[in-house]
T-cell receptor, first 118, second 116 residues
Framework: DVKVTQSSRYLVKRTGEKVFLECVQDMDHENMFWYRQDPGLGLRLIYFSYDVKMKEKGDIPEGYSVSREKKERFSLILESASTNQTSMYLC?????????????????FGAGSRLTVL | AQSVTQLGSHVSVSEGALVLLRCNYSSSVPPYLFWYVQYPNQGLQLLLKYTSAATLVKGINGFEAEFKKSETSFHLTKPSAHMSDAAEYFCAVKPPLGGGYQKVTFGTGTKLQVIP
C-alpha cells in the first residue's frame, strides 16, 4: 500500500521556536507538496518540489522554507513560529508530469500534522 | 486563472437520502477535475477524477460525478447516504497536461453530516 508518512501528528510549539515538519513517501514520486488547511479556506499550497534540491513557491510561502535533499523526503521549516501559523499541515506527493497519463495528476496525501503555536 | 467554488460549507442529509454536493469551476480550457474526501483526523484521499474520457465518472463508495461543460459544474452525488459518508469533501481543478508543473486548486470544502 502506497504511503505518505508525516512524522508528527500533533505538535505544540512556542512563538519564536524553529519547527520542522517531516514528510516521507515510498512511491518514488517526483513531486512533493506542502499544503496548509484552515477551516473555510480549504487547502492552500505553501511550497512544492518537482525534483531533489528543487523547490518552488506556492500561494503562501511567507514564513516558511523547505528542504528536499532526497527524493523521498520533503521537509517544511518554520524558522520562527508565530501564532498565525497554527494550522493543519498536509504533505502530498504525485508522479512527475513527464510520465503523462492520469497518474501525473493525482495527489496522495499524508495524514496531516496539526501544529499549535502558543 | 482557474478556480473552484463549492456551494454550501455544510450539508446535512438523512441516512438513506440522496447526497448532492455542488462544485462549479472556472478555467480557460477544459480542466481535469477531482473530488477528494477527508475523514476525521485523516489526510485527503481521492474519491474520483474526470480526465475527459467520459462525462459521468464513478468513484469509490458509490459516489459519482457528472462533468457538465455548459454549466461548468462537477457535482458529486450518491443515491443513498450512509453514516460512514460523514466527512469533508473537496473539489479540485487542474489544467490538462502540458509543459512544467501545473497547480491543483482546491475548493473550500463541504462538510457532510449524515443524520440517523
Amino acid at each position: 500500500d502506497v504511503k505518505v508518512t508525516q512524522s508528527s501528528r500533533y505538535l505544540v510549539k512556542r512563538t519564536g521556536e524553529k519547527v520542522f515538519l517531516e514528510c516521507v513517501q515510498d512511491m518514488d514520486h517526483e513531486n512533493m507538496f506542502w499544503y496548509r488547511q484552515d477551516p473555510g479556506l480549504g487547502l492552500r499550497l505553501i511550497y512544492f518540489s518537482y525534483d531533489v534540491k528543487m523547490k518552488e513557491k506556492g500561494d503562501i510561502p511567507e514564513g516558511y522554507s523547505v528542504s528536499r535533499e532526497k527524493k523521498e523526503r520533503f521537509s517544511l521549516i518554520l524558522e520562527s513560529a508565530s501564532t498565525n501559523q497554527t494550522s493543519m499541515y498536509l504533505c502530498a506527493s504525485s508522479q512527475g508530469t513527464g510520465t503523462g497519463g492520469v497518474g501525473a495528476n493525482v495527489l496522495t496525501f499524508g495524514a496531516g500534522s496539526r501544529l499549535t503555536v502558543l | 486563472a482557474q478556480s473552484v467554488t463549492q456551494l454550501g460549507s455544510h450539508v446535512s442529509v438523512s441516512e438513506g437520502a440522496l447526497v448532492l454536493l455542488r462544485c462549479n469551476y472556472s478555467s480557460s480550457v477544459p480542466p481535469y477535475l477531482f473530488w477528494y474526501v477527508q475523514y476525521p483526523n485523516q489526510g485527503l484521499q481521492l474519491l474520483l477524477k474526470y480526465t475527459s474520457a467520459a462525462t459521468l465518472v464513478k468513484g469509490i463508495n458509490g459516489f459519482e460525478a457528472e462533468f457538465k461543460k455548459s454549466e461548468t459544474s462537477f457535482h458529486l452525488t450518491k443515491p443513498s447516504a450512509h453514516m460512514s459518508d460523514a466527512a469533508e469533501y473537496f473539489c479540485a481543478v487542474k489544467p490538462p497536461l502540458g509543459g512544467g508543473y501545473q497547480k491543483v486548486t482546491f475548493g473550500t470544502g463541504t462538510k457532510l453530516q449524515v443524520i440517523p
